[in-house]
Nanobody
Framework: QVQLVESGGGLVQAGGSLRLSCAAS????????MGWYRQAPGKQRELVAV???????NYADDVKGRFTISRDIAKNTVYLQMNSLKPEDTAVYYC???????????WGQGTQVTVSS
């Protein structure tokens, strides 16, 4: 089992920045990748950014150049630095971790990000 605890959401004006954190605990050695998803009202959950076990990163097209995913292995924590935020970035952001062998997905509880215009 893996537990994910997110923090760092909030309200920010357009053009501002926020940093989300996701601390993982439990059987983290089974994990292959960690990432961030978001879900806006009335929309499906979508991938924002992911970082693989080897450090490779991948981003959704609409956040490239604005968001950066990183990790602190010693702290078992993944971060999402969000710059130049837009109102359309408003959503609940979820931390995700995927097991290497089973591809089972763990989810955090979600943190609200609201960008005002």
């Amino acid at each position: 089992q893996v537990q994910l605890v997110e923090s760092g959401g909030g309200l920010v004006q357009a053009g501002g920045s926020l940093r989300l954190s996701c601390a993982a605990s439990g059987n983290i050695r089974t994990l292959n990748a960690m990432g961030w998803y978001r879900q806006a009202p009335g929309k499906q959950r979508e991938l924002v950014a992911v970082i693989m076990g080897g450090g490779t990163t991948n981003y959704a097209d609409d956040v490239k150049g604005r968001f950066t995913i990183s990790r602190d292995i010693a702290k078992n924590t993944v971060y999402l630095q969000m710059n130049s935020l837009k109102p359309e970035d408003t959503a609940v952001y979820y931390c995700n971790a995927q097991e290497y062998i089973t591809s089972f997905n763990y989810w955090g509880q979600g943190t609200q990000v609201t960008v005002s215009s």
